[in-house]
């Protein structure tokens, strides 16, 4: 036998937001979902159903109410903290590795591989602290990989880039 269905008042107020927040601009669409969640919930359906007309879990809608009941609309709405540590490799660091990676290959390779730009970017810095180049003091090849994947720079291209006339 079925649960019956908590009723969820949504005040006037708060529901001209939603609608108008799923309305009109552009919003992430997973707010834009937990808002059409909010709505279908005011309609009276249960959250089994609100879920299924959103594409959200029916857990996802007990959150997104719950949130709603604690904090109002937009703490329903926000994305909550997300679990991992801080980045480690920042910004200027992430473009001093792209530039590396587009640089000739070191003598006696044919091209760049993670592992070699990973210790020619510790070897930087073990060289000399005060030199601008010190990206860090460990990295692996494979947060490299991560860090190149977002350029176009292939440090495994048969051209870096870089032109040798």
């Keep these: ?89 920042e910004g200027a660091q992430r473009a001093a590795l792209t530039a590396l990676a587009c640089t000739p290959a070191p003598v006696g390779h044919g091209r760049w591989t993670l592992r070699l730009l990973a210790d020619k970017a510790v070897e930087l810095c073990l060289v000399d602290k005060a030199v601008e180049l010190c990206l860090v003091d460990s990295i692996s090849h494979e947060t490299v990989g991560q860090v190149l994947k977002k350029t176009n720079c292939s440090p495994t291209a048969s051209s870096t880039g870089a032109r040798g006339h």
């Design 1 to 89: 036998m079925a649960r019956p269905i908590t009723p969820f008042i949504l005040p006037f107020a708060d529901r001209a937001a939603l609608e108008d927040f799923t309305r009109t601009g552009r919003r992430p669409v997973r707010a834009v979902r937990r808002a059409q969640a909010l709505l279908a919930l005011a309609r009276g359906i249960g959250q089994q159903a609100a879920g299924q007309a959103t594409g959200l879990s029916r857990q996802t809608v007990r959150r997104v109410r719950q949130r709603y009941e604690e904090g109002g609309w937009q703490v329903a709405l926000a994305e909550a903290p997300r679990s991992g540590g801080p980045q480690r490799f």
